[in-house]
């Protein structure tokens, strides 16, 4: 019998089976209420509260009033862009990498709906580390791939491990996707574990899709490394992932860009100049002066993120039921929350994260992204780029809800 989903109003299969970025919805709903008057306090969406640094901004109305930057540009970008991309690839990542293989994209988003479709045919299929951000499942399956979700445990510090990977291999897999440092998580691997991973995906022949975007936020003396900068072999077959959002606080003005072999690049700009044709040229301009703006701004920002994450953590510790480990990375903090099932909350027996999240929202007015969105149920994601005053209040408020 013909249901009444979107599928029979003639939207496709593949977009008819996916949802709204719970993320993007949440952030949607906060906007929203906000909007109404609630005063309302989010660690949901993960971007940086802080404004986009003013050279940045000065050199993106310079270009507003420069015509050449009125027009398209080359489908892969601005070159002036791309020399400064592979410089800072070469400078934070370690790969030894030309302006020829660099791709712009609208955020980091598009960095990584482009890695799936330049890299799968039907059925292919993707490991993913679980818990994941909510894009990558989607991403993978709008790509025709199939997504294959790769637990990890809690207790190793929610790090994949080779024999967890290997069991999920197949005959059709032909991606690994890794991320550190980690959304939701925060994880941040050790070098020993990235070689281990790396080496195994190289004998695999398997390619490797790095989402690199937090490469600055890593807390108490932890590193970021490349996994292609580690092992070599894989250079061949891995693609890198960034952008200047979250480092630059630069969420709105979406520029992203993924580096690879430039064969890939160049399919790329191919697949570009059908989709976007261009990325704003405005933006581009916008984002090349945050790149040789150096790391000065990016610092600052890390040194604000490094003391949030101490005092969330100390917070975090006196809420009955929350169990929340400290992560070395990123911004968010993921703690578990089944101390809090069963119990009654605000009159409600609590039984999942997803009905605690709600409970928050409605009763405490604060904002978090429920595990279930990143294939971990039973925990709830606090991104802590906000600022002091709203962390304070909105921690109190969990306090309050929660004591
Ligand atoms: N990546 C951020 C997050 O996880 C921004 C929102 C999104 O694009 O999902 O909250």
Redesign the pocket.
């Known amino acids: 019998m013909p249901g009444r989903g979107p599928a029979n109003l003639g939207i496709s299969t593949r977009v008819a089976a996916i949802s709204e970025?719970?993320?993007?919805s949440l952030?949607r709903r906060v906007k929203e209420l906000r909007a109404k008057g609630e005063n309302l306090i989010s660690f949901?969406?993960?971007?940086p509260d802080f404004p986009t640094p003013e050279v940045v901004v000065e050199a993106a109305m310079r270009a507003c009033r420069d015509p050449r930057a009125h027009h398209y540009t080359a489908p892969a970008g601005l070159s002036e862009l791309r020399q400064a991309v592979a410089m800072k690839t070469r400078r934070d990542s370690g790969l030894d990498v030309g302006p020829e293989q660099v791709q712009i994209t609208n955020?980091t988003?598009q960095a990584v709906a482009h890695a799936f479709t330049l890299l799968l045919d039907p059925g292919d299929e993707v490991l993913i580390p679980a818990p994941y951000?909510?894009?990558f499942p989607e991403a993978v399956a709008l790509a025709g791939g199939r997504a294959v979700p790769v637990p990890t445990s809690e207790a190793n510090g929610f790090r994949v491990t080779v024999e967890e990977l290997e069991r999920h291999r197949s005959p059709r897999t032909k991606v690994l996707l890794f991320v550190s440092p980690s959304?939701?998580t925060g994880t941040v691997y050790r070098r020993e574990q990235m070689e281990a991973i790396g080496r195994w995906a190289a004998e695999q022949g398997l390619w490797v899709v790095c989402d690199e975007?937090y490469d600055h936020f890593t807390y108490d003396g932890a590193e970021f490394n490349s996994l292609p900068a580690l092992v070599p072999e894989l250079q061949p077959r891995a693609l890198c992932l960034n952008g200047v959002?979250?480092s630059y606080s630069m969420?709105g003005w979406r520029v992203g860009w993924l580096v690879g072999p430039p064969e890939v690049a160049e399919a790329a700009a191919n697949l570009q100049s059908h989709v976007a044709g261009n990325i704003s040229n405005v933006s581009q301009l916008a984002a090349l002066a945050a790149l040789e703006a150096g790391l000065g701004p990016v610092l600052e920002m890390r040194s604000a993120f490094a003391s949030r994450r101490r005092a969330m953590l100390q917070q975090m510790e006196r809420v009955p039921g929350f169990e929340c480990p400290a992560p070395d990375g990123a911004f968010?903090l993921f703690p578990s929350v089944d101390g809090v099932m069963g119990r009654q909350v605000a009159g409600q027996t609590v039984t999942s994260s997803a009905q605690l999240a709600t409970i928050l929202l409605e009763e405490a007015q604060i904002a978090v992204?429920p595990g279930e969105a990143f294939g971990a149920p039973g925990h709830l994601?606090f991104?802590y780029a906000l600022g002091d005053a709203d962390l304070e209040e909105g921690m109190d408020r969990l306090l309050r809800l929660l004591s």
């Open positions: 970025s719970a993320t993007i952030d949901a969406a993960g971007e955020g988003k951000w909510v894009t959304n939701p975007i959002a979250k969420t968010y992204v994601r991104s």
